[in-house]
Every structure is written in structure tokens, then in C-alpha cells.
């Protein structure tokens, strides 16, 4: 009966305008983390990207907050807007931590397994924002967002079998050379892997949020 309810009730909609500048700033912290794998001298200048980019993020995510709190009608369910903020915030959160672990050990050249995964954390920050528009109106786009989501778990599957074979190919490599190089790597990889499966939580939150409107 509730969500009846909600259906016939005015919405309020600045949340979408939000969300979507949050998904445009997520994909503009991908480009600049999958820039820093090129290495070279313009790395410096896209680590200090990827922080603003993040600082962007938490500005629009606070700003959501608020909208919560202080707005009667939402869109869809507060706890579904707090997750999926949450979520992508998440994202670029995970983004910012892998710049850091890059410049903390002062890492300049990368395997050629960390920039396809670099690859793969832009494609599946182009793909959320390409879905999050869409939530503005989830009946009539059900069926293309749930398309997008399993590609970005698709992508994050994908991204998990580069990592494997990413680290045996660094503890190969460093076993007889350079111990520690495989203990740096190590941790980027971590890093990276973790930053694919924060969009898969956001997949997985689009389609939960999907499930219950639709």
C-alpha cells in the first residue's frame, strides 16, 4: 500500500541532478587513477587529480545527506538513496586510497595486469554514469539498467582473473630479483581490486533499488 502511495505523491527531484554529478566525478577519478598507471611525470599532477576529484565527491554526498533529512517526499526509499551515495562515494573513496598507495611507495612503472585494471575501473565508472540518469525514471528503464549492472559485474569478475594472474606473474618476477617489489605490488593490486568491487556494490545497489520500483 505504501509504495502505491508513493507512486501518486509528488517527488522531489534535485536528488537526481546530485547523483548524476556524483557519477560524472567518479568517472573523471577513474580517468585520472588509469593516467597514474601510465606513470611517467604527469603522475604527480593526476595523483593531486584524483584527490580533488574525491574531495568533489564528498561535497555532493554530504549535500545528499542533507537533501535527506530535510526533504519530505524522495524519489525512492531514503535508505536505497543513502546506499547508493554511500555506494558511489565508496567508489572514489577506494580510488583516492589506491593514488595514495601508489605515491606512498613511490611505485613509477606498472604492470601491464594493474593498467588493464585501471581499464576496467573506467569502464565501470562510465557504465554508473551511464545508469544513474536513468533512475529518474526506473519502469520505463529497468530493463537497460539491469543490462548495465551485470556488465559492471561482469567487468569486476573479469578484473578479479587480471589480478590473479597479475600476482603470479609479479611473485615470479620478484622471487628472484627483488623481494620487495613483490610486497609494493601486492598492495596496488589489493588496491585495485578493491576499487572494482566497490562498483559492483553499486551495481548491486541499482538493482535492488530496481527490484523494489519495478
Known amino acids: 500500500m505504501l509504495h502505491w502511495f508513493r507512486r501518486l505523491m509528488p517527488r522531489e527531484d534535485s536528488f537526481f541532478p546530485m547523483f548524476d554529478k556524483h557519477a560524472s566525478i567518479i568517472v573523471k577519478g577513474a580517468r585520472s587513477l588509469r593516467s597514474m598507471l601510465d606513470g611517467g611525470p604527469a603522475a604527480s599532477q593526476h595523483f593531486d587529480d584524483v584527490l580533488k576529484y574525491e574531495d568533489q565527491a564528498d561535497e555532493i554526498t554530504r549535500d545528499v545527506f542533507l537533501s535527506i533529512r530535510t526533504n519530505f517526499i524522495t524519489p525512492f526509499d531514503r535508505g536505497d538513496i543513502k546506499d547508493l551515495i554511500t555506494g558511489m562515494d565508496d567508489a572514489i ?53 539491469n543490462e548495465l549492472c551485470v556488465e559492471i559485474t561482469r567487468i569486476e569478475g573479469r578484473c578479479d582473473e587480471i589480478h590473479e594472474q597479475g600476482l603470479k606473474k609479479l611473485y615470479q618476477k620478484s622471487k628472484t630479483e627483488n623481494p620487495m617489489e613483490f610486497i609494493r605490488g601486492n598492495e596496488i593490486y589489493d588496491h585495485l581490486e578493491k576499487s572494482s568491487d566497490r562498483f559492483d556494490d553499486v551495481a548491486n545497489q541499482i538493482q535492488a533499488i530496481v527490484v523494489e520500483h519495478v
Open 93 to 145: 573513496d577506494q580510488m583516492k586510497k589506491t593514488a595514495k598507495a601508489i605515491a606512498l611507495f613511490e611505485i613509477t612503472s606498472f604492470e601491464p595486469e594493474m593498467q588493464q585494471m585501471g581499464d576496467a575501473i573506467l569502464e565501470s565508472a562510465r557504465l554508473v554514469e551511464q545508469a544513474v540518469p536513468l533512475l529518474s525514471n526506473i519502469g520505463a528503464n529497468a530493463s537497460q539498467l
